[in-house]
């Protein structure tokens, strides 16, 4: 059994602590020291089943997923698409590049749901389903614990433990989802799985490919859609697995703060009589709140959010059309924050970041075509090297690299930085990587 992890998202849906880089997969909010991700890797590893799992996801996001989890092997989207893509984009690798049988049994799983160790238990009995009883697809279903508006229903044929679906119903409103849980239906916890087969002949419906490589170049070609509009609508025989365990999907403010710690996160001073009141401070200023109850307030580098928790679940519409760099970052090496951008009236762009770089790791051997920079080192110590000349550094060492020249960094300690960065185009800025001479 092979698991597929969904790690892709927007960001825009827990805004502003995540950004198309850091989704909310990888906030370390549950404890403050423990990301979506991490949490749902080391329940995979206990269930004996993160050996088999691959993860899909997008380029911007691989590094995180490596700072966190360390040395898994991750399918990279070219561009980012829907789930109905990512997901028949892991299936070519599986079938193409892992060599697996055909007949061996896919199980796709998203990342953002809180969930009991039961739950990967039980995705066992859905391979058991799809050997005893050949569906096109097997869908896992938890029992409701209350009427949500929040949440897509699995209608099963009738209420034991492994059934047929006559349907599924998105979202209903409250007096709708009262009747449907008394008839017997289930949350949709978004898990499918089906024979490799399967969505090998969905792909090649979808284009003529012979290898991996070839579905990563008409990726573009394939439908930007979720894979329950493009696969799960048009399948003959569908069955459902229940779940009567622990299931809450976290992906918004107001679910994600139902299982968080009550307790603030950063600098924050929050007065007794704020009540059901979450606060997150990432800001190195404080955030004082006062008379503020059934509220989630977050503040970042990216921007502030203040919202009633029911409403917070519409963020979305409202940051849409945010369109700014992300001013925080996970890499590999560590971490960075923006500090400044100003951009000049003849088009020159200065961008200031603070970097964090962990002992031991470092920054590719690199140049730039189109920027120079200058690094102060504030904490730390370090070895810098440009032009194959390596330098030791402390607080207070600075160095200027001008354009085309190579240039790099290794962390001795865990060492802090300024980056300022200098150039008409700081993007795409033609920077080629290298082996470090040192």
Known sequence: MHIILLSGGSGKRLWPLSNEVRSKQFIKVLDNET???????AQLQRAGLAEHTIISTSASQRESILNQLGDVTTVIEPERR???????????????ERKCNEDDTVVVIPIDPYVGDGYFERL????????????????????????????????????TEVSSVRGFKEKPDLDTAKELIDEGALWNCGVFAFKLRYMVNVLRWAMHYRSYNDVVRQYSSLTNTSFDYEVVEKCRSIYSVRYDGEWTD????????????KKPIGDVRIAEDCN??????????PVVVMGASDMVIAASPDGILVADKEQSSYIRKYVEDIDRRPMFEERTWGEYKVLDLTIHENGLKVLTKRKRIWKNSSIEYQSHKYRSEVWTVLRGNCIITINGRAHEAFAGDTYSIAENIYHGLKAVTDTEIIEIQVGMELADDGTEIKNNPS
Request: charged fraction near 20%; aromatic fraction near 12%.
């Open 276 to 285: 059901n009141t979450h606060v997150i401070n990432e800001l190195e200023i």
């Open 250 to 261: 976290i992906g918004t403010w107001n679910t994600l703060t139902e299982i968080m710690d």
């Open 35 to 41: 990301s979506m991700l991490q949490r749902i890797y």
């Open 124 to 159: 066992f009995k859905l391979n058991d389903v799809l050997e005893t009883y050949r569906p096109e697809l097997v869908l896992m279903g938890a029992k409701p614990v209350y009427p949500a508006e929040k949440y897509g229903y699995i209608l099963p044929e009738n209420e």
């Open 82 to 96: 829907n789930t109905y893509p990512a997901i028949a984009l892991a299936c070519a690798f599986l079938q193409c």
